[in-house]
């Protein structure tokens, strides 16, 4: 009988973000995968989790969902977890589960923590209908991606990292206009959250006399 595929959702921030059922799943399964077992091992040991940690990331997932198959196939039931947030949100996740599921391998998601959702509903923008774009490409086809957008009318949710996060909003000056409403989140469940609401060049003069730490959450108003 084959085992079964868990992609559980660990904090973003604050730790009391895990769910219960999420403790039990990673209690109960035989195996962990972890995007990086030096930052998943405090949150384990906080939780009292004393399983067998595989490290599963975007270097070696290719190679290393083959092997997780084959336990998947023999009864194992394995949990994956990334850094902070939800498998296959902009980490890796989507590979072993096309995977196990081409295998016929059971596969289940557990609800839980994320950061554009909160981000989103903070922003004040429209969340009826919204597009994730994720992080934009660093150089290859980023301004390609850029131009679908031109005429988006839905909220757009983007990721960036603190030593771009000037760049795309400058970007988004470009493309959008420097009226364009938008929200920017940062530090999400940590001590230190923050969000900067207002038009693009209101929040871009703002960044450029902060400091900038944590991951970023940008979510821009859509075409009216």
Do not use: W
């Amino acid at each position: 009988m084959s085992g079964k595929l868990y992609l559980v959702p660990t904090p973003i921030g604050n730790l009391e973000d895990i769910t219960l059922r999420a403790i039990r799943i990673l209690k109960e399964c035989d195996i962990i995968l972890a995007e990086d077992t030096r930052t998943s091992a405090p949150l384990l040991r906080h939780f009292g989790i004393d399983k067998k940690v595989f490290a599963h990331h975007q270097h070696n997932e290719h190679k290393s969902a083959i092997e997780i198959v084959r336990l998947l196939k023999e009864g194992k039931q394995i949990a994956q977890i990334s850094d902070a947030g939800t498998p296959g949100i902009s980490d890796p996740g989507f590979l072993l589960v096309r995977e196990a599921l081409k295998e016929d391998i059971a596969v289940e998601c557990l609800p839980g923590a994320t950061a554009f959702v909160p981000a989103l509903v903070n922003s004040g923008l429209p969340a009826d209908r919204f597009t994730f774009e994720g992080f934009l490409p660093v150089k290859k086809g980023r301004q390609t991606r850029l131009r679908e957008l031109t005429d988006e009318s839905r909220t757009m949710i983007f990721y960036e990292s603190p030593h771009r996060l000037l760049k795309a909003l400058q970007e988004f000056i470009d493309l959008f206009g420097q009226e364009r409403q938008a929200s920017v989140s940062r530090e999400i469940s940590k001590l230190f959250e923050e969000t900067v609401r207002g038009t693009l060049i209101e929040i871009k003069t703002h960044f450029e006399t902060h400091t900038l730490k944590g991951e970023f959450v940008i979510c821009v108003a859509g075409k009216s």
